[in-house]
């Protein structure tokens, strides 16, 4: 670049100023300079460069340049080099994101990316990478890609455009249109030249971890390339570093790989499987010197990590695995480093860990090792290989460690011990006394979750209980005792002291001095639990009371006010004069809801983000196979654990029970929905009868029907023990019978009270008036509160067309008339065959046919059918706009089949249809 | 108490380092120069900063940076007195006190340093007495001093320092006694654009060169507002005595004929008054009368403060109209409120213009309306006038040309500034009614009063 005499002079001046404000002034002088240079219309390009160069030289300076950058965007369009090139710099120095003249910048750098001129071509490519707004992204990208494809731009090109698309990539995923483009870029993985091969390499890496679908392609090409360099020897010499053919684009695609399920074709996975083999077979000699030795090394545990990731060979897994043992115990730091991590990563994957628990010595000696980083992998490494087998050897080992280890280190070896106890606990007593001593060796290094999960699984665990009381008495008898012990001894003594009162050395009263000798020396915190357990033990020992009294009543003079708190109010609790409210206060804790192991989110918290994506985790095979699959894209099936809740559960929206509708799936649901079945076909015979008996509620319904309208009471009891809130009771209609049916609240009746005491009930009556013919039953939604969890109820209410019907009595030869006349009108004709098992055991069962009939409200006409079991009945149903309509049943029993046919002819389809079902259903649920 | 004394120049160079004990090292001084005075953040520096356990207090003036250093819990304000007297040392020894004259008196400071702290402990740092001994004249021979010197002045100067007027040797001869008393106020003002005034006040100092002969006792009364109302009619009879002694011409003298801005009779209310250490504050407490014996020489005799009943020197009304993005107009009519016997000189107005301003085109209007010009260094318009009469007024009118900015800002709209002095003139309306000297030889002496009222920070909101 050609000297600016003014710049040198300017800077030199900057420099030569003595203190801030003289530079100060300095700066606004120029800057009013340059303000009236830009407004002079014969602005010639060298001093528009120079200008727009002092600018920069003042924003890097920290000077707010609040102009010129429209001079900066001229400069861009400017046919010279150097000053397109200062242009360049300006904008991408001082442009913001959100400019208005972004557009010209844009449209500058189009046309300059087209521009056969291929150092302008760089130079917006670069200010693309730089600036890399959303706009650019959004409409930039095809002329990027047109570049990267094109057939006549050169290899220099095309590495800055696959660069360029990586940095877009990055920072705007969505804007980019990436699927578009994707499967046109991955040829080029097998370009010829290997700088492309490697820039591309990088933006498909960065594509395949966000649509692994579209570059599923990629895989291919990249071990066909792969072949080419370790096999072929097909590359340029100078791409020769120390000896090995470019170890950068081998270790890039072999880490590309990784992202990509093994290949499914035999030829490719056996060709994958020849080059991961040489490389390891090339490996197997140790070069002289350190850059070979280091690209050679990145080459083989790229591969091994490969070779891991696709699990395609176990005999190759072994291989690995003996040739990682010989890493672990090198000299070198760094391979050290290395093949513990793809160890740790071999661990999370393969099946049999018996070749890499011959390396557990050498492994445990790892902790030992003078470099921490090397320790920490180390950890991880035990961590992964861990299993049911070697987990007491494990932990032990790690306990061991605990005390020398490095307090860095502390809280993530605690955390893991917790974790590999709770997952590979055989024997409770094992469990408790590995966390008691965790708890005691690492109590300053280790958060809260550590000894809350301790009282979580105790809690949870019945077996556990006795056990953990004895051991927690000791701990609080021990001479040392630590903070996060006494808070779990504490509490565990609080809820199941009880458990050992009779043992010897245990009664209540050891139990209280046990506590109180350590309670003094405890923190705030520690002392609040103590105190709870104190007011505990007031419930659990009443012979105490007087003892625990004491120690409250000494704290409730305590400055802290949490502790004052607790004092005041479980001595005030103690002292009251009714005794029902201490049981209930003081209540054995329920056993926690199984959740997600929050030391295991703590974990994985951990671990921190990176730019690419890790394709796997430290830890256990399960994790990485739950990773695997969902990447399979198969869905995992979660039965054991739960998901974590999102929510806290007081927040979840009202649980919905819909009980009449199918889709209950726990027996317990089933039976739930077939009882309300039953009460409900009931009600389509009777008049009176349980709607609904739930656990907490019951309905009742008392219905009249004075065709074409009645009156339909419900009855709401309460039958917890708990009153209920808010209650409201509404009778919605089906939208299809919005209008032949109408329902309302029955004038003339007081309100709902307010609450429900338990055993209470509350009543409201509706009107109904059947205005047209109808098919589906109106809802009853109940909802109410009920400590604190709103619930809303919906059941179906038995109103059909059917109970419209009133009993008409005609003679034996009108009725056959008429069903002959409705018969061959085929107007509405209804026919059920029904299994009706219980007609031949329950004698009575012709009796009740008969009754559910004229329940239905039909007049059962006698002596009409010859075989005398038969039933025939009349009914008319009353519409108010619509009109009536004749209905006439036949309930043909045959006891010897077990089966029951029923027929029913009405002058209109829907109401037989309707009586049919309701027929059907009183039937089914007999 | 102090471990040390550092003088550095601007750059932060070591012109004076003085040890005064062991528990710091001479390195302490680059300490201070790389974390404050070459410390490239720190823009405003507090004036006392910790390092570790060593606590550096320090004043800047002109281009000096004085610097003590301590290691114990030492009373900053006792430090930082030290730290003035010692400039006020230098001020009164050399005339001016900077790089140069520190550099022109290496020994002399060093005599000075050693004589005014001694293990740390502030001694002696009174001008008067120093001046006995630690003497700018060249030495004189051992014989001279043997006559004369070597057998009175220890014991002078024992006496002085170890007497009740520490401040003054008994020994002064004028032949023409003269006391000159200078009151100089600066004057604080907020106003908002509409002309309300926001904030008021005046800090003013009275200055008091002294050449008298013998151990002359002084009285001094001012309008104070609590003595002349306490007793009307004494305070009138003694404005009354004042005015007829000040026509008598011994009493007082007035350089500038006539006062302008403040009628007679007017009281004032004077809050925060300090003394200089010659004034004897209990006669002050009980009768608020200041009697003193004046130090020889130049000396300031009080400050106050008013707050109440500002006679304001100058009344601005700006008017600036954003026209667009491109354009501001300016009027801006000054009005001087003060007798038009009186000027005011050295006047500047600094009217800010926006960051963004290109070219301004001025004019200033009014008979000796002075000269307009602006200043891109400090984003403003910078109209000086030599002379302001009073009762007078002058109007500048400027469009100013704006360039486009990329991303638009408003305005923040800086105060306009002004800077002038105004003789004879009190903004408080502070009046000396007599100065009276009692001495043993009853001599005659002359006393002069000057005036004068400088803007502090006068800013006008715009």
Known sequence: MAPMKGLTVFIADLRKCRSHEDEEKRVNKELANIRTKFKEPSLNGYNRKKYVCKLVYMALLGYEVSFGHREAVDLVNSTKYSEKQIGYLAISLLMEEDADYGRMVVAAMRRDIHDTNEFNVSLALNAVSNICTREIAEVLTQDIVAQLLSPVASMFIKKKAALCLLRLLRRFPEAVNAQQWAARVIPYLGHRDIGVTLSVASLVTALAQQFPEDTRKAASFAVRRLKSLVIDNE?????????????????????????????????????????????????????????????????????????????????????????????????????????????????????????????????????????????????????????????????????????????????????????????????????????????????????????????????????????????????????????????????????????????????????????????????????????????????????????????????????????????????????????????????????????????????????????????????????????????????????????????????????????????????????????????????????????????????????????????????????????????????????????????????????????????????????????????TAPTLRIAYTMAGAPTVSELQMPVTIAHFIDPVTITVADFFSRWKQLGDAAIGEAQNVLKTPFLSTDSGAIQWLRNVVGGAGFALIQGADAEPDNIVGVGIATTENAGRFGCLIRVEPKPAHGLTRVTIRATNPTVAKVVAANINMVFESK | MLSAVFIYNQKGEVLISRLYRHDVKRSVADVFRVHVISSPTSVVRSPVTTLGSTSFYHIRYDNLWLCAVTKNNASAAMVFEFLYRLLGLGVSYFGRFDEESVKNNFVLIYELLDEVLDFGYPQNIEVDTLKLYVTTESVRSTRALQSDALATIPQSITMQATGTTAWRRNDIVYKKNEAFVDVIESVNLIMSAKGTVLRADVQGQIVMRSFLSGMPECKFGLNDKLVLDRDPASGAAASASASASASGSTQLGRRQGGMGGFGDGESVEIADCQFHQCVRLGRFDTDRTISFIPPDGEFELMRYRTTENVNLPFKVLPVVREMGKTRIEYEVLIKSNFSAKLSATNMAVTIPTPPNATKCRIKVTGAGAGKAKYHPEENAIVWRISRFQGLQELALTAVVDLAPMTKPTPWSRPPIALDFQVLMFTASGLLVRFLKVFEKSNYQSVKWVRYMTKAGSYEIRI
């Open chain 1, 235 to 775: 590359y340029a010499a100078e791409y020769i570093y120390y000896k090995v053919p470019a170890p950068w684009l081998q270790i890039k695609l072999l880490r590309l790989l990784q992202y990509f399920p093994a290949p499914e074709s035999p030829e490719l996975r056996s060709l994958l499987l020849s080059i991961l083999r040489h490389i390891i077979d090339v490996s197997q000699d140790t070069p002289r010197e350190l850059q070979q030795m280091n690209a050679q090394y990145s080459i083989l545990f790229e591969a091994i990590n490969l070779g891991i990731q696709l699990d395609i060979d176990q005999g190759l897994m072994q291989e690995c695995a003996v040739l990682l043992g010989r890493f672990i115990t090198s000299r070198e730091i760094n391979v050290r480093y290395l093949g513990l991590e793809t160890m740790a990563h071999l661990a999370a994957y393969i099946d049999s860990l018996d070749t890499i628990k011959t390396y557990q010595g050498v492994i445990i000696q790892s902790l030992r090792d003078r470099d921490v980083s090397v320790r920490r992998r180390a950890l991880d490494l035990l961590y992964s290989m861990c299993d049911v087998s070697s987990a007491k050897t494990i932990v032990s080992e790690l306990l061991r460690h605990m005390v020398v280890a490095d307090f860095t280190l502390r809280e993530e070896m605690a955390l893991k011990v917790a974790i590999l106890t709770e997952k590979y606990a055989t024997e409770y007593s094992w469990y408790v006394d590995v966390m008691m001593r965790l708890v005691s060796l690492a109590g300053d290094h280790m958060g809260d979750e550590v000894w809350h999960r301790i009282v979580q699984v105790i809690l949870g665990n019945e077996e556990l209980q006795l056990y953990a009381c004895k051991i927690a008495l000791q701990t609080l008898k021990a001479p040392v005792c630590h903070e996060s012990a006494l808070k779990v001894s504490a509490y565990v003594l609080g809820e199941f002291g009880h458990l050992i009162a009779n043992a010897p050395d245990c009664a209540p009263v050891d139990q209280l001095k046990a506590l109180q000798s350590k309670m003094a020396s405890g923190s705030q915190s520690a002392r609040a639990v103590a105190l709870t357990t104190v007011g505990k033990f007031i419930n659990l020992f009443p012979e105490i009371k007087t003892l625990c009294l004491r120690v409250l009543d000494r704290y409730r003079g305590a400055l802290d006010a949490e502790l004052q708190q607790r004092a005041c109010e479980y001595y005030a609790l103690a002292t009251l004069e009714s005794e029902d409210l201490m049981p209930t206060v003081f209540e054995e804790m329920p056993p926690f809801p199984e959740r997600r192991s929050a030391l295991m989110s703590r974990l994985l918290k951990r671990e921190a983000d990176t730019e690419d994506q890790r394709t796997w985790v430290f830890g256990g095979r399960e994790i990485n196979r739950e990773r695997k699959l969902q990447k399979a894209g198969k869905t995992v099936e979660d039965s054991e654990e739960p998901p974590v809740a999102a929510v806290p559960q007081l927040l979840e929206v009202p649980e919905q029970t819909r009980f009449v509708a199918d889709g209950g799936q726990t027996p317990e649901e089933l039976a739930r929905v077939a009882k309300s079945k039953r009460h409900y076909a009931r009600l389509l015979w009777e008049n009176d009868g349980i709607l609904y008996d739930g656990d907490e509620i019951q309905v009742g319904l008392v219905a009249q029907y004075k065709p074409p309208a009645g009156r339909v009471g419900v009855f709401l009891g309460n039958k917890s023990t708990a009153p209920i809130y808010d209650i409201s009771i509404h009778v919605a209609c089906e939208e299809s019978s919005e209008k032949q049916l109408v329902v309302q609240q029955a004038t003339g009746q007081g309100p709902l009270p307010d609450s429900l005491m338990p055993l209470g009930q509350a009543r409201v009556f509706f009107d109904v008036k059947c205005i047209d013919v109808f098919a």
